[in-house]
């Protein structure tokens, strides 16, 4: 980049940065802007309560400790599913696939019958989702309060993977999925 290219750059930076401090809503849409760009794992969380399942589709998810094995989801303080997990302790993690975008769009909408029509079976008392590459069972460890979400911390009871299919990823509002650099 060129020194006046490098200039503008941060000028442009500081400009964004003075707005965003006279206006959290500048803040709001320039963090939403930074978010967009970070490339995320879809899945879909899921919890059963009686013979019902409930679940939505989550692109904020991710490994938390090995040892023990952990992950943390993060769900809108507002979510039904999030009640689910509070009330029964578990939750499972269906680790989508690139050939899952449609899946992943049924379980971001809102209704009761997200289920209606998609293949999926118990496991270890919660619905897993059938041709998931990734599957994880979780008990509710922890519930950390974070701004308008809520960061469930999950102890990993059991796991699975299935295929070696691709990822389905998140980024700049579209579903993708990963494919390796070439080495420099």
């Known amino acids: 980049m060129g020194t006046n290219t490098a200039a503008a750059a941060a000028a442009d930076a ?18 939403r802007e930074v ?11 899921t919890a059963m309560t009686g013979d019902r399942p409930h679940g939505s589709t989550v692109s904020a998810f991710a490994s938390l400790s090995l040892v023990p094995p952990m992950v943390l989801i993060s769900l809108d ?12 302790g578990r939750f499972g993690v269906n680790v989508l696939g690139s050939h ?3 899946l992943a769009l049924t379980f971001a909408g809102k ?4 289920f209606a029509g998609v293949p999926w079976q118990l496991d270890q008392n919660l619905p897993r989702l059938l041709g998931a590459p990734g599957w994880l069972a979780c008990r509710a460890a922890d ?4 701004g308008d979400h809520v960061i469930v911390l999950g102890e990993v009871t059991a796991a699975e993977t299935t295929t070696a299919a691709p990822p389905l ?7 993708g999925t990963h494919s390796t650099s070439p080495a420099d």
Do not use: N, W
Request: glycine letters at 10%; a positive charge; one cysteine or more.
């Open 14 to 31: 500081s400009a964004q940065t003075a707005a965003a401090a006279a206006d959290p809503g500048a803040l709001t849409g320039l963090f």
């Open 143 to 146: 519930f950390v309060i974070g």
């Open 35 to 45: 978010m967009a760009g970070v490339c995320s794992p879809v899945s879909v969380v």
């Open 100 to 102: 899952q975008a449609g």
């Open 77 to 88: 303080q507002r979510s039904y599913l999030l009640t689910m997990i509070r009330d029964t």
């Open 111 to 114: 209704g009761a019958d997200k």
């Open 169 to 175: 990823t998140y980024h700049r509002r579209e579903f």
